[in-house]
């Protein structure tokens, strides 16, 4: 590839060498997992024998494909019921005989059905029940597809693709773009594997994404579609990957505009400097209350801070309502004339969120510029004149200055409502297009802190490096780079 | 008009004959007038023989056309050659002429031609060189046409309307809106007096004249036009006038939309609300040091004052150069993110000048978010992240957080090259599109105040009421209705 003209394969080579090393699960992991998969098997069909019921249980996910990682131990474990007993049926005694068969103690997680999690000798076993159904085509619950992903990938994987599908899903993690959650919204462990499909290597996977452009790329491995342009209509989505097993399926849908420009970016950073960083990141460095100070006085801006106790809920009904809510205060700043240079959210799922803003400056001039009618709008230009002109004979301090005219328009300069943001916030944050169980949340708790208030958080150490990350402003593999190595 | 409910025309009536009483010329006056005016034409037909040269000596303009106030005592004798001596004989014999026989002391002033103002027991009299030519289309300069007017008004003006032409020039000289010059961009005498003869009388006018819509009027008395929307085309000014002795001509061609939008809002509160306020307004109260401080304390807005020697250069130039001027400071200002809330000139014509503004702060944040080009632009991200991350790694402080990706783009907050407006001006006023003779005034001399800085302006009383008006914003003739009667 012409353009990279510092394309440096053995440098890469050795890269790629030493995240395989550090990530390929070893001969102990392979028969630990095997040993807990078959323990687990056992006890469910036991359970399943005396209840009556066929099912099959099947070992799907990274593992049976065998692209995980080391770090990764997440043994997925699906029992697949008959179509013909019904949904009921299986979010009921299903799941039922899933509880009664799992090692304990286990976690109940509700996707479209219940299914429970357990954590047995460092691995995260996820038992779920699903329909076994001929086609893909004929699936009842979005879990029955899984079975097929796994076979498809075991039918067309190459042995040496599955490490190279090891060192990219590290890549991504690295950069923050693995994991199809709404937290993420990025590269799912199957849509990792498709692009090694697609794309053969590691190598030529990232030279390839780092010409790809957002809403312009479609990858359809089985050749579904003719014509791409009618892939990019169907499914309008900054990146297009059409499911092999379901040619009615995206699965890049989950992945944003923001997480697909830099996978983008750090593909053709890697390429030009390659460097075992992107791959595992520094970690944030805590921030002090001298340093923060410090820097609020060098960059003259304004943070906020709004920390609540989140609501109770799956990561990512949580994560939505989170994302969705932080957009909708932004957006109520900009009204009031607030303008937020940067905004971001954080939480660790369970008893402690933020939304984190930097703003141009958290208090306004009282004073306000006004635009009111054209004088040639008699109707309009009377009810004005009649509101400001009272204003101002009964002494009321509204009107700051004017009414004149300018460029035809009536004009008027009038005392702003809120002009500190904390105030807006603290008296009016319930308009601010919340989500519904945020606006709950904050309603029942929470503090608005404002540049040195914010100093009192930085002893929470999870908290400190979320402040501290969102003041770099910076992805960290790109920190990797310009700290020089 | 059914829409003024509240038109109370004997109301009216009662206000414009106190104008009347105050504004129309005495008996005494127009003798006085007359004698000056034959005084001087002895000595100008005395100093024409002497020298051989035919030419006629009349009296042209308001006094001429019986429609002057009382306060505006402008005497215009027009000096009348043939057109056969030519540019060159009037601009140097014909204008020495009149320079021998104009009363002492007189002072030279240009136009097309030079032409002699001298003060005469209260009269402000001009003497003006011209060509006598057969009709308004053979005009040579365009003093040429003025004889027409006059002549024009003389012969279809009814005796009656010249009151009504008093009033009528009283009321927009009360609201600011009287005089083409470039300082005012108002209505000349002769475009009162057309609209006089369109209208009838000041009522008519002013109920008119409230219905006006910039852009969409056209008065043409003589009706040269028979489609409107050809002169609409033709001369693309937000009013205008055929002048009935050049139907090519736009008689408000001077007219800028503000000063007509002032007209048509004033015009129709006048009528709502009638008062001797709209053509005597109030004069402006200075301000203190403690109220401007309070002002300032309460707006939370910052005040700049640009003071200045301006050049020695004819009004008219002198104010188009102003304009041009504080316009090229307010964009310059928003190049540099510096928003402005109003601005304003002042200048008393000779040794003083201030460009006002009102800005919403003087000092921006260090911080400024810098977007970038977008990831799929491969020499422009290669363009933007060396320059960036070189000056990270370099440990430059310009770079205050940031490069990351923001909606696909590469984004990086810098730091501001200015964050003070008052040292940006300082050392680069220069770039902001001033036009020459003010650029070099400012390069020689210029105090830059900001805030309680400007205080020290108070002292002298010009200056003091210009800062109250700009301060104010409010036209005087609604300073009147507002502050109740």
């Known amino acids: 590839m012409r353009r990279y003209t510092r394309y440096m394969p053995n440098e890469i080579k050795r890269i790629k060498e030493e995240v395989i090393k550090k990530e390929k699960p070893s001969k102990e992991d392979y028969e630990l997992a095997n040993s807990i998969f078959q323990m687990i098997k056992r006890n469910l069909e036991r359970e399943l024998r005396r209840c009556g019921v066929k099912a099959e249980v099947i070992m799907v996910g990274s593992i049976a494909k065998d692209t995980w990682l080391k770090s990764d131990k997440d043994l997925d474990i699906f029992v697949c019921f008959s179509p013909e007993v019904g949904k009921e049926f299986i979010k009921k005694r299903g799941v039922d005989i899933i ?67 090891r060192v990219l899903k590290r890549f991504l993690k690295g950069i923050g773009a693995y994991g199809a959650e709404i937290k993420i919204e990025g590269f799912s462990g199957y849509l990792v594997e498709l692009l090694i499909l697609e794309y053969g290597t590691f190598d030529n996977c990232l030279k390839n994404v780092s010409e790809w452009r957002p809403w312009k790329t479609v990858i359809d491995i089985e050749g579904y579609y003719s014509d791409p342009q009618r892939a990019l209509k169907k499914f309008n989505s900054p990146l297009i990957v059409i499911d092999p097993v379901d040619p ?23 390429l030009r400097r390659p460097s075992l960083k992107f791959f595992y990141p520094p970690d944030i460095r805590p921030i002090t209350s001298e340093e923060l100070k410090a820097k609020l006085r060098r960059r003259g801006t304004d943070i906020l801070v709004i920390k609540f106790k989140p609501p109770q809920l799956p990561p990512d009904i949580l994560w939505g309502q989170l994302k969705r809510s932080i957009k909708g205060i932004v957006k109520f700043l900009g009204v009031w004339d607030f303008s937020v240079l940067d905004y971001a959210t954080w939480s660790n799922e369970k008893d402690k969120a933020m939304f984190m803003l930097e703003l141009e400056r958290a208090k306004l001039p009282h004073m306000k510029k006004h635009i009111g009618p054209p004088v040639t709008n008699i109707v309009h230009e009377e009810r004005f004149l009649n509101k400001y002109l009272k204003a101002i004979m009964s002494g009321r301090q509204a009107v700051m200055a004017g009414p004149r005219i300018e460029d035809g328009r009536w004009v008027v300069y009038i005392k702003r409502k809120y002009d500190s943001v904390k105030e807006l916030l603290k008296e009016r944050i319930q308009e601010a ?7 709950l949340a904050l309603s029942k708790n929470m503090e608005v802190l404002v540049n040195e208030e914010v100093c009192k958080l930085l002893s929470d150490l999870e908290l400190n490096k979320a402040l501290a990350e969102f003041l770099l402003k910076r992805p960290r593999w790109l920190m990797a780079l310009s700290d020089g190595e």
Not at 248 to 270: D, P, Q, T
Not at 433 to 439: E, F, P, T, Y
Request: aromatic content about 10%; charged content about 30%; overall charge positive.
């Open 248 to 270: 009615e399926r995206n699965a890049a849908a989950a992945v944003s505009l923001g997480k697909m420009a830099e996978f983008i970016a750090a593909s053709r950073l890697f």
């Open 99 to 165: 509880r009664r068969s799992a090692p304990k103690p286990y976690e109940e997680h509700y996707a479209e059905h219940p299914y429970v999690r357990a954590k047995v000798k460092g691995f995260e076993v996820d038992i779920v029940p699903c329909f076994k159904v001929r086609s893909p085509r004929e699936i009842i619950s979005a879990v029955d597809r899984t079975p097929f992903h796994t076979e498809y990938i075991l039918k067309n994987m190459k042995d040496y693709q599955k490490d190279e599908v």
């Open 433 to 439: 297009g919340l989500s519904k169980d945020i606006a």
